[in-house]
């Protein structure tokens, strides 16, 4: 399918994470091969290639594609895994974890942003994605545990529920602070504790914050 941009595939873009020193080949492909002008609004397809975020409803943004990359390629995935991914927004990340990983569950605070989300992977034809409006700080215990965890959204602490629902050796990667200048830190849990490995960047996020605040 042709983007609506117009644009035939990702190679800018690509160019570009590569350029920030991303290296996991699979993380690589999946970036070539989901187009990111599927997945924001059609007024603003014409940016969808380079990188940067771009803004959505509700004053949130998408999040940069090579802070995306640095984040997903710190889970380190390799096929078979569970993944539960806090903030769908119009559903780029959750089509690239879905691409890696065997199962993604997303979990969305805004249910248009989640059916417009559930639209662009169905369209692109991509089943093994579901999401659904909740409250990311509680997870989604229905499907845990999980091997993997990314979080989309600030919080100066991974909130309980989301450590309690990583597999033991699972990672997790979370933007650490109070919105809007955090460290973003991978976790992995190990004897049933969250233990933080090391941090891949600084970055800018809206606030993790329940549905309706």
Do not use: C
Not at 118 to 128: F, H, K, S, V
Not at 159 to 188: C, H, K, N, W, Y
Request: charged share 25%; glycine share 8%; no cysteine.
């Amino acid at each position: 399918m042709m983007p609506r941009s117009g644009r035939p595939d990702n190679t800018e873009l690509l160019r570009t994470v590569r350029s920030a020193d991303i290296r996991d080949v699979r993380v690589l492909d999946a970036i070539a091969r989901v187009p990111r002008g599927e997945f924001v609004p059609v007024e603003t397809a014409g940016s969808a290639y380079y990188d940067e975020p771009i803004p959505i409803a509700h004053g949130q943004v998408t999040t940069q594609p090579s802070l995306v990359a640095r984040m997903v390629e710190a889970l380190s995935l390799t096929g078979p895994e569970r993944v539960l991914e806090i903030g769908t927004g119009l559903g780029w990340q959750t089509a690239l974890l879905a691409t890696l990983a065997e199962r993604v569950w997303s979990v969305e605070r805004f249910a248009d942003l989640a059916e417009e989300a559930r639209r662009n992977l169905a369209a692109q034809g991509i089943p093994n994605a579901e999401v659904a409006v909740a409250d990311g700080r509680e997870g989604f215990a229905e499907h845990a545990p999980y091997d993997a965890i990314v979080v989309s959204a600030a919080s100066p602490e991974v909130p309980s529920p989301l450590g309690e629902q990583l597999a033991d050796g699972g990672r997790l990667v979370q933007p650490m602070g109070t919105g809007g200048d955090e460290q973003v830190i991978l976790f992995e849990k190990e004897s049933g504790e969250l233990r933080p490995r090391r941090t891949l960047t600084l970055a800018r996020f809206v606030k993790l914050v329940s549905p309706g605040r």
